[in-house]
């Protein structure tokens, strides 16, 4: 319900180049190549976006794979490359400090089923790891396997992992996520204001 295209011109080759061969350059860790490979297998396989609250099973619970929201995404990646369970760490870290999370839902206690599963909680768990990295505009500066919160119009969060596959115009990572047709591969790191950039190791 968000998709569109993104068209990009005016950058000469040499700049689209020394963009690419930089981004190239960068060091990939095994982790974060396990984390860009298990978002890409979700891409043809989640294909509808759902927001619908949905009673999980706790550890490890998931609505079915064909459907979910773009932070299952990131839930599914991690647990999928390094058996990282984001359901739980978010649950057990606001059950310590549930007044660091935002308030925005009115509830007064967790939630497993679908605190996990909301951007602001992402991004905040991911702060009180110390998983943040600065927000610049500089391709360069976004890994494969880093974690980017965006706004999109309405003021709606949204959260993708950044993708080892570059533009072929400009030389940008693509980014996997679920922006409303389930997921896809696209270029859209820059399409809206990011709100964070994260880079989470266990």
Known sequence: MFRRDFLVGGLSSGLVLAAATALRAQPVDDAAAKLVTAARRQVGVT???DAAYT????????V????GVC???IIRAYRDALDVDLQVLVHEDMRRAFSAYPALWGLSRTDRNIDHRRVPNLQAFFRRADATLPIS?????????DVVSQMLPGNLPHI???ADERTPDSGRPMVVHNIGAGARMEDVLFAYPITGHYRYKV
């Open 55 to 62: 009673k999980l099973g706790y550890p490890g619970g998931d």
């Open 47 to 49: 294909r509808t976006y």
């Open 71 to 73: 932070t299952d995404v």
């Open 64 to 67: 079915p794979r064909e459907r």
């Open 137 to 145: 505009k500089d391709a360069a500066d976004y890994r494969p396997g």
């Open 160 to 162: 993708g992992i950044v």
